[in-house]
């Protein structure tokens, strides 16, 4: 017999597979306006599982433990890390709060009792911050809660459902939030036909970044100087006595362990190189602007080279390349986990 809280995962899974049979036709209607498909696109090349966390913790309501079930997270708290990390991608300029509990306040209301305290308990420094969040929040509940219900996701046929679940899934079913969650799962797989078709396979300075990689291939570990093993993050000082100022790294990179290092020009341009000890990666830190055509994206792009999976970035001034012998389709999973 399964629980309610299983039941309502189950539930949410169904929903989210008859709504992917809609996407399609999804995809047509929001590529007729640009402008709008715009913020979902953005939305759309989130990673997993924060992608899903936003859009499920922006269109349901109740309990997020089944929230994090579907998403096969532990529980409720787990859910806090994907939702920041989608926040910070989706608005790189506001500061949110970094509480494990505050980022599942929900600000129309339902939050459980240990993030009610937890937003009560923000202090003067973190409101400012929490006041940002709640903003944030607000607009794309409101931006998900305007989407028109398309006629495929009218018609879904659950009878084949009702029988695999206890009396009263037709109610459910009726749920204006079980809804929205198809919704918002249709409009997301649309727009990520519509980005899969706008995809980034060629973007400013990728020439750039792939003589970076070559060159690495090139030189092995021949040019880079033993350090002791240290975190990434504290490397500043050892960069700026190389004349490399403003080093900084990734927030994910912070406490991962540097074995190797070395800041040298590349045609030109001043590079920061780091040899990591998880797989054997490289992290290389130059200014962005030192690129033909400033790269602008928040996010990671990752893309393969060869034998190389690359990811990029910028925040600011700075660029960031990670990279690593392997397959491209395993890099997702390194970022998210490299700094744990």
Not at 4 to 22: D, F, I, N, T
Not at 26 to 44: C, F, K, L, Q, T
């Amino acid at each position: 017999m399964r629980t309610p809280e299983e039941r309502r995962a189950w539930l949410l899974r169904r929903v989210r597979q008859a709504a992917l049979g809609s996407s399609a036709s999804s995809a047509s209607s929001a590529m007729e306006n640009a402008e709008a498909v715009e913020p979902w696109a953005r939305v759309a090349s989130l990673s997993e599982p924060a992608r899903g966390a936003f859009v499920f913790f922006q269109a349901a309501g109740g309990s997020l433990d089944g929230l994090a079930r579907l998403l096969d997270l532990p529980d409720a708290g787990a859910l806090a890390l994907p939702l920041a990390q989608a926040r910070h991608a989706l608005a790189p300029e506001q500061y949110f709060p970094g509480d494990s509990l505050v980022p599942l306040h929900r600000p129309w209301g339902g939050d459980s009792a240990e993030v009610g305290q937890a937003v009560a308990g923000v202090d003067a420094k973190t409101a400012p911050q929490l006041a940002a969040q709640v903003a944030f929040d607000r607009q794309w509940h409101e931006a998900v809660e305007s989407i028109v219900l398309p006629e495929e996701l009218q018609t879904l046929d659950f009878r084949g459902l009702e029988a695999a679940v206890p009396t009263g899934l037709r109610a459910i079913l009726r749920q204006p939030a079980v809804m929205a969650i198809g919704v918002a799962f249709a409009v997301m797989m649309g727009v990520g036909i519509f980005a899969a078709m706008q995809k980034m396979d060629e973007f400013p300075g990728k020439e750039l970044i792939n003589a970076l990689v070559e060159d690495a291939d090139g030189q092995g570990d021949s040019k880079l100087e033993g350090i002791e093993t240290t975190e990434a993050g504290r490397l500043g000082d050892w960069f700026l006595l190389k004349g490399f100022e403003n080093f900084s790294v990734p927030p994910e990179f912070e406490h991962v362990k540097a074995v190797g290092c070395r800041a040298y020009k590349f045609e030109g341009r001043p590079v920061a190189q780091i040899a990591l000890d998880p797989r054997n990666a490289l992290l290389f830190v130059f200014r962005s602007s030192e690129i033909d055509s400033r790269l602008n994206s928040p996010n990671w792009l990752i893309y393969q080279q060869e034998d190389w999976a690359v990811a990029v970035r910028s925040e600011g001034e700075i660029c960031y390349v990670v990279t690593f012998m392997g397959d491209a389709d395993d890099m997702p999973e390194f970022l998210r986990t490299v700094g744990r």
